[in-house]
């Protein structure tokens, strides 16, 4: 069974940071990507980056380029997503997802294939 579980998800002061790490477990993890996802009410989910498992190419969406960085640790079968300077526009709830590989498309972020989502976690940015 396929099995994301986010985690570490507070709330945090605009100019702070964060770091999310996504457990993952059944499945091959040097075979797949995995993505960060976030989403607000009322709004469609975006995806903020990306890891392609197999070679380490990560994806970023434009807005958290240069804050964000997406990583994984093969032996923990963990992706992380370390969050700096925040800002309030980043307040959502964060979703790790597992897919073929990433794609990126006119700034959109997706994977591809057959797709499993964890169950999300909220991060809150106060102003």
């Known amino acids: 069974e396929v099995k994301l579980v986010e985690s570490g998800g507070v709330l945090v002061q605009a100019g702070g940071s964060l770091r999310l790490p996504c457990v993952a477990s059944g499945f091959t993890f040097d075979d797949y990507a995995i993505g960060w996802f976030r989403q607000t009410p009322g709004k469609e989910r975006e995806g903020v980056s990306c890891?392609?498992?197999?070679?380490?190419?990560?994806l970023y969406k434009s807005s958290v380029k240069g804050r964000f960085t997406i990583s994984g640790d093969d032996a923990k079968n963990t992706v992380y997503l370390q969050m700096n300077s925040l800002k309030p526009d980043d307040t959502a709830k964060y979703y790790c997802?597992?897919?073929?590989?990433?794609?990126?498309?006119?700034?959109?972020?997706?994977?591809?294939?057959?797709?499993?989502w964890g169950q999300g976690t909220q991060v809150t940015v106060s102003s």
């Open positions: 997802a597992v897919g073929g590989d990433c794609g990126e498309a006119m700034d959109v972020i997706y994977l591809t294939g057959n797709i499993y």
């Open positions: 890891i392609s498992s197999s070679d380490g190419t990560t």
